[in-house]
């Protein structure tokens, strides 16, 4: 009968490495540990709603609500508090039309909620502003549309140009380009400085996948979208070199750091932008990626906060150095918690 606890004749009868030995005690695995995610590298996306007096909980996402002015406010306080790096807002106004007017309008729901936020906390957190026109433009596209109904990309860079002057106006530190239109960083970069605002920073989206997980983000900022956003955000399977190729392109055109989106599903291109650039990369851990674990946590399927913790480790661990999720605050508290 075989011995199982016995190596087969022939072999040496131990194994002359062990690499269990420095997983024995939490003292050990603490030690050798090299990744460990720092709250003040992750940025809490939030939507600020126009013309309601209470938050509106978004569904698809358990623990995420539409801002109002005030709550916004004490939401970047308190974010402020837990340690947490940055705050990207996104703007969710009353009217939206062909053009997106109210992402240009000073009085628009996004930059007065910049200037609350930035005379709230100062800069005691990076203030970040989402620069695209899907929240405010009715057929929800990221840009304006030529007469057949495609988005028209130079026109919209035209657009871009005005919003990122208004937000920056309204006191956003950095922008976070997020159309996916060709020229959009140059073009934000040029206003901002023609404007005086050569310290605003631009944060850009350089490889942003068309996704199935922006599902509950939609919900989130009420889009009207109808169809899709293939023709200006990335294929999936498109090849990876089309990333590196957006990646210098937003590098020569300004980009101060650059991010891929969605998150896990992109921890290749994410890895290879990190070991391929000299300015930050960060990653955006979006809405369907949240839901998914909130959801399977609220079936008792999984252990939630260490879920949340292994999923921002492995961003961490991939190479990012700034990570948006929709836990920053909770997950600041738990890193601090934790030894
Ligand atoms: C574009 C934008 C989107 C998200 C962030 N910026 C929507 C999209 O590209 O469809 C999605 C974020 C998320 O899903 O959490 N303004």
Known sequence: MNAPHRAPSGHGAFPAARPRRLRTTPALRRMVAEHRTRPSDLVLPAFVREG????????????VVQH????????????????????????VPLVKDAVGSQGTDPDGILQQALRDVRSEVGDDLVLMSDLCLDEFTD???????????????????????????????AGAHMLGPSGMMDGQVGH??????????????????????????????????????????KTYQQDPAGNA???????SLDLAEGADMVMVKPGLPYLDIL?????????????????GEYAM?????????????????????????????????????????LLRAQR
């Open 52 to 63: 309601i007096s209470d938050p509106v909980p978004v569904s698809s996402m358990p623990g």
């Open 68 to 91: 109002t002015r005030d709550t916004l406010r004490k939401a970047a306080v308190e974010a402020v508090e837990a340690g947490v790096g940055g705050l990207m807002l996104f703007g």
């Open 139 to 169: 057929h929800g596209h990221c840009g304006v549309l030529d007469a057949q109904g495609r988005v028209d990309n130079d026109a919209t860079l035209e657009r871009y140009a005005e919003m990122a002057r208004v937000q920056a106006d």
């Open 188 to 229: 934000a970069r040029a206003a901002l400085d023609a404007a005086g605002h050569t310290d605003v920073a631009l944060f850009a989206y350089t490889a942003k996948y068309s996704s199935a997980f922006y599902g509950p983000f939609r919900e989130a900022v009420a889009s009207s979208l109808k169809g899709d956003r």
């Open 241 to 247: 070199r089309e990333a590196r190729r957006e990646l």
């Open 271 to 287: 890895r290879d932008f990190a070991g391929s650039t000299d300015v930050p990369v960060g990653v955006y851990q979006i809405s």
């Open 293 to 333: 674990v909130e959801a399977a946590a609220e079936k008792g399927w999984i252990d939630r906060d260490a879920a949340i913790l292994e999923t921002l480790t492995s961003f961490t661990r991939a190479g990012a150095s700034v990570i948006l999720t929709y836990w920053a605050v909770e997950a600041a508290k």
